[in-house]
């Protein structure tokens, strides 16, 4: 067997072998060629003592409430109405980064600055409105507005479209 | 891609809970539970913050069920899910240079440990310091290190599904083990 401390895969034979994740045969092979290099002895001792010092390092038990609290959350959540329950998981990102989030928001992100882009050029290009902003516009129409907005956020969020890009659980 | 052919028992798990199951929500949490907070744990050294974590972690995996794809392997996500979070609060807790609640929690730690095990005072201060020593070294890694060897040695992940959690390659993910292992050899080498 060639020493691994001078092949390409070194790291990983010494890896595998000091986690004992290395299959028998390999693993009796290795054991062999240990016994007789000094540089490979002083590395698997080395890696095994720290193997061993690692495993005193346990981990606390968890709370006795951790379920309690988390399937309060969940029932918070549930209990929400829908457009805010959009909202809530709109402002609280993705499952693992805003990276991949704001990749999925790409497409729509392109096509909401296109459209800005095309009604910046036609303000500049067109003669400004002669009716002003109509006062008139009361509260409740106000109100209706931003209804209709989150009830298109609402939309979006169900037909899939914020999350049909990159679907939880794939990487 | 991982576990493509007969579905996982997770992934089955899960795609009930996308049906709107929350039973099988709670057997994934009864099975994930502890490996998530104990890898969440040795991670940020901090019970509370841990837990929290936590926390955040299965609420996310609940709040995606409803477009849950069994692409991957399901401890793989949850890991990754895990990763992104705990290198976030490294990082923002870095910014905020606020040690007291680790000081305080780590001696918690400790006491919880040694309590279980009726040693005598003395045994109990060698273990501490020993303890101490481990865990000093572990968060001296840097983050990436940190998080591959947690889920190397503890989690016992292999090593495709700690590069997805860690969003590199497998070969990085080597690399950073034997880095880690060889700093922790340096630090660690006089406990043997």
């Known amino acids: ?171 | 891609m991982e576990a493509v052919g007969a579905l996982e028992r997770d992934a089955e798990l899960m795609l009930r809970v996308r049906a709107g199951d929350t039973a099988s929500f709670a057997q994934l949490l009864e099975k994930h539970r502890g490996p998530v907070v104990h890898f969440l744990f040795r991670m940020v050294q901090n019970q509370s913050v841990a837990e929290e974590l936590a926390q955040e972690v299965f609420l996310r995996v609940y709040r995606s069920r409803e477009t849950y794809e069994p692409t991957a392997k399901f401890t793989t996500w949850l890991f990754r899910i895990a990763t992104h979070l705990a290198l976030n609060q490294i990082r923002d807790r870095k910014h905020e240079k606020n040690q007291e609640n680790l000081d305080e929690e780590t001696s918690e730690g400790m006491t919880r440990q040694v309590a279980d095990r009726g040693l005598t005072v003395e045994q109990s201060m060698v273990r501490d310091a020993r303890l101490g020593e481990v865990r000093s070294a572990i968060a001296s890694l840097p983050d990436k290190q940190r998080a591959a060897v947690m889920m190397h040695k503890y989690e016992e992940l292999e090593y495709s599904q700690i590069a997805k959690a860690l969003a590199c390659s497998e070969s990085a993910v080597k690399s950073l083990l034997f880095r880690a292992y060889e700093t922790l050899r340096g630090r660690l080498a006089h406990l043997a």
């Open chain 1, 1 to 171: 067997m060639n020493c691994p401390l001078h092949v390409k895969e070194g790291a990983e034979i010494l890896l595998d072998y000091c986690s004992q994740r290395m299959d028998p045969d390999r693993a009796a092979e290795f054991r062999l060629h240990v016994a007789d290099c000094v540089d490979c002895r002083q590395v698997v001792e080395a890696q095994t003592a720290v193997w061993n010092a690692l495993d005193s390092f346990e981990a606390v038990s968890v709370s006795v409430d951790f379920d309690r609290k988390l399937w309060a959350r969940i029932d918070s959540e549930d209990a929400q109405s829908p457009w805010r329950h959009a909202w809530t998981r709109f402002v609280s990102g993705p499952a693992i980064g805003w990276s991949n989030y704001l990749f999925n928001w790409k497409p729509i992100l392109a096509t909401a600055t296109a459209g800005a882009a095309l009604a910046a050029v036609m303000l500049v290009s067109t003669p400004p409105a002669t009716k002003p902003v109509d006062p008139s516009m009361d509260q409740k129409q106000l109100v209706e507005r931003v209804e209709r907005a989150l009830d298109d956020v609402d939309m979006l969020n169900q037909v899939g479209v914020i999350d049909s890009a990159h679907p939880a659980g794939t990487i």
